[in-house]
């Protein structure tokens, strides 16, 4: 008597395995269609009270594009779940799993926070079910996701993406569990990925947030995944960087040329000329800024206005060492401070002797027979002055280079640090 009282309550909780007609394929189908299929609406649990336990386990596949901080995915989710009131007999069906459509089943809502766009996959169109009442269902994604790009340290920089599953609509009906240690997650997914560009898999985490409670006493169930990526930063170093280097080099080295035998003016200005047009071609390959200007672009502007300063010092060599003609005797104090004081600081004491390249003071070597007096009187200041150029020239060019070491080691240095960072997480 007690035993019939069970099995009727089980009945009427609807426990009943599915009973096949034969050991076939369409025994199973038949039967399930029967008890199964079509019941999308309501979750497969005998009492609603009951949550629904959803595994999920992820697999990242690649990164296809990072446009802004839109990156395109390819990954895979699976999730796993019991279908109560779907058990058969793996004697008597013939099978202990079968595949079915999607559509004839209840599925979870479960949705990633991030996506911006819809999934570029095609439908797929099947599920596994077991005889247990298990249900795989394993779903692959080409989806645009929201992922912060933090590039102030670009080309060295590490991104950290996030990946929050929960579900849409259920509230405390759907709990999510992660199927596999997030070790293993990285693992597969290291094994998997097929793009080898410009990112790596660095790392991955996982955690579920405690449930809080909002005001309306509505929780849901969350897991995120933290997906670690490093960029590969040889292209931009041999690409933007060295080039750089190489231009600001030509730039420093250029200071050799005297100030006006051979045009230093004309050079540093194509020089500029030539570093403005290397930024507007290689401006394709710097990420567009979002929150914080990058180091890099910060090191464009230094090396640009250190060229800028450069060519501007060498006008004003080229005026000052032409000063005679203008200006007239240098005055004793800047003789003072100039050519005694500051010219043994950068070791230029000894007086030019012929480094004339004044055309009107060849004119002046040319006529000036009949007046030798006034002639030397002239020759000296000129001279005067051309020393005081060199002089201001080679204590700029001085500061110039210091200037240069100092911020391009604390720049390369702060670079360094993060290259090293990377590296040691990989
Ligand atoms: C779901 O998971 C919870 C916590 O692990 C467990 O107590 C409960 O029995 C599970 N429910 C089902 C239907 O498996
Ligand atoms: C990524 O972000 C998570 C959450 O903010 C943090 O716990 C983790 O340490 C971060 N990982 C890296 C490598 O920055
Ligand atoms: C939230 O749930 C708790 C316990 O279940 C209850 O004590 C509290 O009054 C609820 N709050 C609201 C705003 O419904």
Redesign the pocket.
């Known amino acids: 008597m007690q035993y019939l009282k069970f099995i009727a309550l089980f009945s009427a909780a609807g426990f009943t395995t599915i009973n096949c007609s034969e050991p076939t394929t369409d025994g199973l189908i038949t039967a399930l269609k029967e008890n199964i299929f079509g019941k999308t609406e309501i979750r497969p649990?005998i009492n609603l009270k009951?949550?629904?336990?959803i595994s999920v386990s992820f697999t990242l596949y690649g990164i296809l594009d990072v446009h802004r901080d839109q990156w395109t995915w390819e990954h895979r989710n699976q999730l796993t779940w019991?279908h109560?009131a779907q058990d058969w007999d793996p004697v008597k069906c013939g099978t202990d799993r079968i595949s079915i459509p999607r559509k004839q089943l209840w599925r979870p809502d479960i949705i990633i926070n991030e996506f911006i766009d819809e999934n570029k996959v095609p439908d797929t169109y099947y599920l596994y079910v077991e005889y247990t009442g298990k249900v795989m269902d394993d779903l692959p994604f080409h989806v645009i996701s929201s992922c912060n790009l933090d590039i102030y340290t670009f080309p060295f920089d590490i991104q950290n993406c996030t990946f929050t599953f929960n579900s849409y609509q259920h509230t405390g009906d759907v709990?999510l569990?992660f199927v596999e240690p997030v070790e293993e997650t990285l693992q597969n997914s290291l094994s998997v990925m097929k793009t080898k560009g410009e990112w790596e898999l660095v790392d991955m985490l996982a955690e579920k947030p405690p449930i809080l409670p909002g005001n309306l006493n509505i929780t849901f169930d969350t897991l995120i995944y933290y997906v670690v990526l490093s960029r590969r930063p040889t292209m931009y170093v041999v690409n933007l960087l060295i080039p750089s280097c190489f231009l600001i080099a030509v730039d420093l080295f250029s200071f050799l040329l005297p100030p006006q035998n051979v045009d230093r003016s004309a050079f540093k200005m194509t020089l500029i000329l030539g570093y403005t047009v290397f930024l507007l071609l290689m401006n394709d390959l710097l990420p567009v800024t979002g929150n914080s200007l990058p180091l890099i672009n910060v090191f464009f502007s230094l090396c640009l206005a250190l060229m800028v300063a450069s060519l501007l010092e060498t006008i004003l060599i080229t005026n000052i060492q032409c000063g005679f003609t203008r200006y007239g005797p240098l005055p004793p104090w800047a003789k003072v401070l100039f050519l005694n004081y500051l010219a043994k600081l950068v070791c230029l004491s000894k007086k030019p002797s012929d480094q004339n390249c004044d055309p009107e003071g060849e004119s002046y070597h040319a006529k000036s027979n009949k007046s030798i007096d006034k002639h030397f009187k002239t020759d000296e200041s000129t001279e005067e002055w051309m020393h005081l150029g060199q002089v201001i020239d080679r204590l700029v060019f001085c500061l110039y280079t210091m200037f240069l070491s100092v911020s391009f080691i604390t720049i390369f240095v702060y670079w360094l640090y993060w290259y090293n960072k990377t590296a040691s997480l990989i």
């Open positions: 649990v009951t949550p629904t336990n019991d109560q709990q569990f």
